[in-house]
């Protein structure tokens, strides 16, 4: 097997900058740590790393050097909220995914997906373009050990080594600090002269575990794969749920229009991992003293396109009155159930600014509301009039099948027909139903052409031959 590793080296800032839009990610901005009373910077970006900051300075420093820092605490539950959609993105590549124990990458099998996505260089380049879409930076690097792939992107942005022996001569190089050894017994061998790991492998091993003990061994057998790797997989949950704090209030709904658009195509990656879709979602909008603004969404199918489901929300938003100020947005979608791709033609003959179905069935139900828009659904039952029935999902039922003309204009009900000489093209056919259900109807159905030439469907009582009551209208 092959692993591939995402190494993720600044997903704390990543974690927080990639819900901001793009004005945001110039100025420099730093996540901060510590007590109150001694603040330190913890993660930077690039803005803030060009002027010369540094992670562990502290911020009254930070701020004398730069005076327009933005600076806002840590919180370790959005670096592992995005480090867990990561996981379910990767799931879509493999089945077997691993996010423990390591605290900063996630890693999945390759191997057994390049008949699927190509050959390597292939399918990095997919996962560098999808992942940079996603707004993380990372190091991506393929070895044929698990803990071996995840030491060597510490110190490669994007390596493959494919063989025991290569993966060897990687690891050998590798310098100390970049091999996640203990802390304190890195320090040690440093000092000792060992720069990197190939002058570690030389060691005799009993005199390494009688001075740095059985788990420096431990892992080195786990880097250079004589230990199994036994590593716990990772499962997508059944529902998803995420946020994004504003960090401040947003009084206009298309200020939050970039957020969302986060937000939904987090969705769309968590549900192509699950090969699913999703029918009904919510977004909260959180305020500092009302109740939340509760948007719900539905959809007469499932869909998992972002930009479908981003059409829908802004198209929802647009009529959505905010009880105040938001501080916060959240997602979730409790309902996620199996979704079958629309069917298509090779040859697509709509125009490229054309809508499918789908898309414009969606967005008339987003403007005029989820009641404007039905669809006749086949029964099965031989009456005309309880044949079909209006619905405002999408339901197979099974259907009669006839080959006898029907009329695409069903009147609410039958009148009689004034015409003085009507000419009979087809029938009768005779229909005989709904003795069950005290509905019992006994017609002669004909097509019969008017005196001012209309096609129209009437019946009379079997065994007659009038008066005609009028049914419906031919086109």
Not at 263 to 286: H, I, K, M, N, P
Not at 358 to 377: K, S
Request: proline letters at 9%.
């Amino acid at each position: 097997m092959l692993w591939a590793c995402l190494r993720l080296p600044s997903l704390a800032i990543d974690a927080v900058l990639r819900q901001r839009d793009e004005s945001t990610k110039q100025q420099p901005f730093a996540l901060i740590d510590g007590p109150p009373q001694r603040r330190v910077l913890a993660a930077l970006n690039d803005a803030a790393l060009a002027l010369g900051l540094m992670p562990g300075q502290s911020l009254a420093a930070a701020q004398a050097i730069c005076p327009s820092l933005h600076a806002e605490p840590i919180d370790p539950r959005h670096a592992e909220r995005s480090r867990r959609l990561l996981a379910a993105w990767a799931y879509r590549f493999s089945p077997l995914v691993a996010i423990e124990p390591f605290d900063d990458a996630v890693l999945f099998e390759a191997e057994g997906s390049f008949n699927l996505f190509g050959p390597w260089l292939r399918f990095a380049g997919r996962l560098h373009a999808e992942l940079d879409a996603l707004g993380f930076q990372h190091h991506l690097v393929l070895a044929p050990n698990p803990h071996a792939a995840h030491a060597l992107a510490a110190a490669h942005a994007d390596l493959a080594v494919t063989t025991p022996d290569a993966q060897q001569r990687a690891l050998s190089a590798l310098p100390m600090q970049s091999a996640g050894l203990d802390p304190r017994a890195a320090t040690r061998l440093q000092r000792m002269g060992l720069r990197s790991l190939g002058r570690l492998f030389e060691l005799p091993r009993d005199a390494l575990a009688k001075r740095f003990g059985p788990a420096l061994l431990d892992r080195l057998d786990e880097l250079r794969g004589t230990a199994p790797a036994l590593l716990p997989m990772y499962r997508p949950p059944d529902r998803f749920e995420a946020q994004i704090e504003l960090g401040f209030e947003v009084v206009r709904t298309e200020a939050l229009l970039f957020p969302i658009r986060r937000l939904v195509g987090d969705l769309a990656a968590f549900l192509s991992a699950r090969d699913g879709g999703v029918q009904r979602f919510e977004l909260r909008f959180r305020h500092e003293d009302h109740a939340p603004t509760i948007l719900q969404l539905g959809l007469l199918a499932p869909e998992r396109d972002p930009q479908r489901l981003f059409d829908l929300v802004r198209q929802r938003l647009e009529r959505l009155r905010l009880a105040a100020p938001t501080l916060e947005i959240e997602l979730h979608a409790r309902e996620l159930p199996a979704f079958v791709p629309e069917a298509g033609g090779l040859f697509d003959p709509r125009q490229a600014q054309q809508l499918s179905w789908p898309q414009l069935r969606e967005r008339l139900r987003a403007r005029l509301g989820g009641d404007a828009v039905r669809q006749l659904q086949p029964l099965s039952d031989h009456r005309p009039e309880r044949a079909f029935q209006q619905r405002r999902e999408e339901r197979r039922q099974p259907v009669i099948q006839t080959t006898s003309p029907r009329p695409t204009w069903l009147l609410p009900r039958p009148i009689l027909l004034r015409d003085p000489s009507p000419r009979i093209l087809a029938g009768p056919e005779r229909i005989e139903s709904g003795w069950w259900d005290n509905g019992d109807t006994r017609r002669d159905y004909y097509v019969v052409e008017t005196s001012r030439g209309q096609r129209a469907w009437v019946f009379c009582a079997v065994g007659e031959t009038g008066p005609f009551q009028l049914h419906g209208w031919f086109a």
